[in-house]
């Protein structure tokens, strides 16, 4: 089962602040909870890289409508601590 085997891993995820991706994050948070971490990869560039990470993934990802539903089903509150949980963001440029 596929709930066993993400038990306890960690998962790298490029794209995330595209439109699959935060599918992908959103299907990710609530389907495998037993999941250690999912890092992020935001594509940044020039000094202050992980500030602007950190902004792509505030204005572009957490607040995203894709996630309201599990909002809902967890609660505001529960669904930013999972997130905090949950979530490492590593700014990077994969190209």
């Known amino acids: 089962m596929l709930t066993d085997f993400y038990c ?11 439109f699959l991706g ?15 971490y999912i890092y992020l990869s935001i594509k940044c560039n020039g ?3 992980e500030d602007q990470a950190y902004d792509i993934y505030k204005k572009e990802i957490k607040d995203s409508c894709i996630f309201d539903s599990l909002k809902v089903e967890l609660g505001t509150k529960s669904f ?8 490492r963001i590593i700014p990077m440029d994969l190209s």
């Open 8 to 18: 306890g891993k960690s998962i790298l995820l490029t794209g995330a602040n595209g």
């Open 22 to 36: 935060k599918v992908i994050l959103e299907k990710l948070l609530r389907s495998f909870p037993n999941i250690n």
């Open 47 to 49: 000094q202050n890289a």
């Open 80 to 87: 930013r601590m999972l997130l905090k949980k949950k979530v």
